[in-house]
């Protein structure tokens, strides 16, 4: 990925067109991206500018009917640009009629133009007053629904970066048009387009998510100037425009403060009835699951509370969405949001974006998406699909795969059979459901396994990230004489099962998931304290018995603590989680760019994505549950106890 143009030729570029624009008594030199650091380090060529109208009839405007109402910030070559458009007529409108004319990029060679191409549009018909996003076609995998089209022309596709400009054409005239930035573009018809250029969009890696609108509330004002359009902080797609200027995100939880309150709205979506409220961290999720008789398939209401429990514990609220599961109505409490829907089953799932990617014989988690995600929901919701297996066979395998630092997630628990039939087979689907769905959501709120690392099974990073904790539970009490159990369970010490854990087993009711909050003490493994327990306190005299002799070791000692991960003696360290969490997806184009977790004070920034992209990254997709835990539900199947 690079940006639109290299810095220095960019710099060249923009210093000629401020030179014509003084000359030409235009002002659209203002400040605003257009450089930027190549990810790739090559540059991009930038083509001619356009220089002659090709109108031969300057003054035949076409009255309008459909009409461009939002323009996406976008950055990088092969990111997804996006603009919205609505039917302001009271009857259908064929798209097809349409053409869209716009600068553009060849994302296999990074060439970008300020000169408009023209790019047709697909058969669709549009409904009075409805919107509908226009975005580039970048990858393999994106498929178009009533509310998104994805257009290209050859292997170009419409794009923009703080410069560029945007035309409806019909009847080889000009039904829309808008130029931004330092564009030079002419519209079909020169009518269509008077005075001063609207200013650059904001350009760079954490400005996605924000975009150019007629806004609702100003009546959509539509006088072919500069005047007609508002930079909002949060874009709409598919929806009104119902965000002004200037709101902001206080919580720092991705939601705009205007759709926390009652009578607010976001693209149309009533948020406040769906929970969201002011002053407190909102997580918005719709779960969609395959349609299967296997038990693992289905998420299990028992366990959806357990995800929303944890969370409370933190204030902040997990709003989820699984349709008409629980209740046959809208029903936030019953986990209704008038989404959530039940799918196609599949045998094999994969999140990949690209034919190179992809697995054959899978099926695309993006098409499931496409499907049956509302597009409005795009910046404001994680989307989870509880499906069957990653394997190509079907058969059990990784638990789940996630973005890390986006919005898409997997739950893969179909294949292992698990014997609802007794308490204990019960409680382990819920609370693998539950500890899978919470580890999967970590990695879209930018966790690793190790919390800002992937070092894993580290006893003092007491979460549900950890593959140490993440089947096996936490203990409520991680000072006691049991701290170490799970320690033992994950090294076969000890005769420790999952059923025998001695606190919250998840063969019972009273398991626990959560994040951790870093208070876990460093563990040097070259000189471990048994007496420093797992590093979250030792009450009366509990202590770990890292090397299994069974008794107290009061001299340091070095032990390899999670060989499981083949470093060697190691410093571990723990991690605050909670205070971490990155719920604004993301300030890059889609997801994480090396899995670094950011810093604090990234987040309080508000990171932003681009809705439309559907490219992840980085991905994390988890091992298979372990062969113990696997064995023991064979034989709690086997037995029905």
Known sequence: MIPFFHAEIGARIKLSLCAFYIVAGLSACGGGGGGGPSETGQPVTVSTLASEPPDPSPSAVITRALVISEISTTYYSNDVAWLEIYNADSGPIALSDYTLRSSYIDPKTGAYSFEPISFALPSITIPAHGYLVIAGDVYDKLQGNSQIVYVKNNSAVPYWNANGSVELVVADRSADFVRFGASMALPMTSAAWAGRNVAELPSGASEHGASIVRLASRGMPDTDTASDWTLVNFATPAGVNDIGAGVADSDRDGIPDSAKVQGGAYAGLDLYAMGARPGRRDIFIEIDYMSDADPGVTPRREALQKLVDAFAEKNIAVHLDTGNLYSQSFDPD??????????????????AISAADATPGCASFYDYKSRHF?????????YVLFANSQNVNGSAG???????????LIVTLGGYGFPTASASGLNLLINLQASTLMHELGHNLGLQHGGNENANYKPNHYSIMNYMYQFAGLSATPN??????????ANGLKGKTYCNLVENSPCT???????????????HESGLMEAANIGHGSGGGAYADWNDDHAFNAAAYARNLNPQEGTGIAVLKDYDEWANL?????????????????????????????????????????????????DMLRKLKMHKH
């Not at 829907?341 to 599949?346: G, H, L």
């Not at 990784?398 to 898409?408: L, M, P, R, T």
């Not at 006691?480 to 369970?489: D, G, H, Q």
């Open 334 to 351: 019953g986990f209704n949001l008038d989404g959530g829907n039940p799918v196609k089953f599949a045998k094999c799932i994969e999140l």
């Open 374 to 382: 509302d597009v409005r929901r795009m910046l404001a919701f994680h």
């Open 398 to 408: 990784s638990s789940g795969i996630a973005e890390v630092a986006g919005n898409d």
């Open 480 to 489: 006691t004489a049991n701290a170490a159990e799970r320690y033992f369970l």
């Open 509 to 523: 009711s009273a398991f626990r998931l959560s994040y951790s909050d870093g208070a876990g003490a460093v563990l």
């Open 582 to 630: 990155m719920l604004p997806f993301s300030r890059t184009y889609s997801g994480s760019n090396s899995g670094d977790v950011m810093s604090i004070n990234e987040k309080k920034r508000a990171p932003r994505s681009n809705p439309m992209n559907k490219h992840a990254r980085q991905r994390i997709a988890e091992q298979p549950l372990p062969a113990d835990f696997q």
